[in-house]
């Protein structure tokens, strides 16, 4: 099957509110809500195309762009290539030349419009921060909910607790009601990383499937309530769960050698770029990162980081 390369643009104007098209009646994906863009043309590249498709629809000349997420995704009679780009501009009146429908819409009300499914992952990537914080109990202790809050007074929005170990004290079932109600506060969400047992008992706003839990997770997602958020992800058997499964994103790594993990193999971020390329959901580098390589990770591909220590300066 030809794989046919896509880029679309999410153009977000000054109110924050971002663009969307709807498909004509009569051809694949018929009356869905898309991001603007469409096929490259034989010898442009992804820039060149949508520069040209965002000119052409909606008389917009592309200035500044940022790449959100590069993702392949099947449809059962084609194959595509999206890269995705982040385009801002100033207070316009657009106008569809090919008399497509168009809306202005805000970012957090997304998922209440008819979109493809390969877009789905567009909005994932548009929801999901680029810090993803991991407050290990065993490694942070009885400052986890001291070193959490102070990470969401700064700004972080995604944090996962993680519980590791046979047994399970009182105290850490406790900590976790604490932490959801942090959470609550600043507007962020709380990712439980434990075995399964105690999601019912915490309530996260979603819950971490490991690695050695995907083939269990893809087989059992539809009987589980609560929304899988992120899953660890180590190699490309890991990467084709991952795939099958309804979840946000991955967390890809190790990139660097880690004091949580000294005996794992460092992937390096040509490895971190290789597992990127095949994963068709948002991804964050875990493994010896910190806030500074958050760049890093986007320009081989990924969404941002993860990480424990990373968080501590």
Request: hydrophobic share 40%; charged share 25%.
């Amino acid at each position: 099957m030809l794989k046919q390369k896509i880029s679309l643009a999410v153009i977000i104007n000054s109110q924050g509110k971002i663009l969307l098209s709807q498909r004509k009646k009569g051809i694949h994906l018929e009356s869905l809500w898309e991001f603007p863009g469409g096929k490259l043309n034989s010898g442009e590249s992804f820039k060149q195309a949508l520069r040209r498709e965002i000119k052409e629809e909606l008389n917009i000349n592309l200035g500044e762009c940022k790449k959100l997420i590069d993702f392949n995704y099947c449809y059962p009679d084609r194959e595509l290539h999206f890269q995705v780009f982040i385009v801002p501009v100033k207070d316009l009146v657009i106008h569809h030349a090919e008399k497509q429908n168009i809306r202005w819409i805000e970012k957090s009300k997304l998922k209440t419009l008819d979109l493809p499914s390969a877009n789905e992952i567009i909005c994932n990537a548009l929801l999901m921060p680029d810090l993803y914080m991991i407050a290990d109990y065993k490694v942070l202790g009885d400052k986890i909910i001291s070193l959490v809050e102070k990470q969401l007074l700064c700004g972080v929005r995604m944090v996962q607790y993680r519980i590791t170990g046979e047994y399970i004290p009182k105290q850490t079932i406790e900590i976790g009601y604490i932490l959801k109600k942090l959470c609550d506060k600043y507007s962020a969400t709380l990712v439980l990383n434990s075995n399964w047992q105690l999601w019912q008992s915490i309530k996260p706003h979603g819950v971490h499937i490991k690695s050695c839990d995907l083939s269990k997770y893809r087989d059992l997602q539809d009987e589980i309530p609560f929304q899988a958020l992120s899953a660890a992800c180590h190699t490309e058997h890991d990467v084709e769960m991952i795939n099958q499964c309804a979840i946000h994103s991955a967390v890809v790594g190790s990139v660097h050698p880690t004091q949580t993990h000294p005996e794992a193999r460092a992937i390096g971020w040509i490895g971190f770029s290789r597992l990127c390329q095949k994963i068709n959901k948002p991804v964050y580098a875990i493994g010896g990162c910190n806030r500074a390589d958050v760049r890093t990770s986007q320009v081989y591909g990924g969404q941002g980081i993860a990480s424990i220590r990373g968080f501590l300066n």
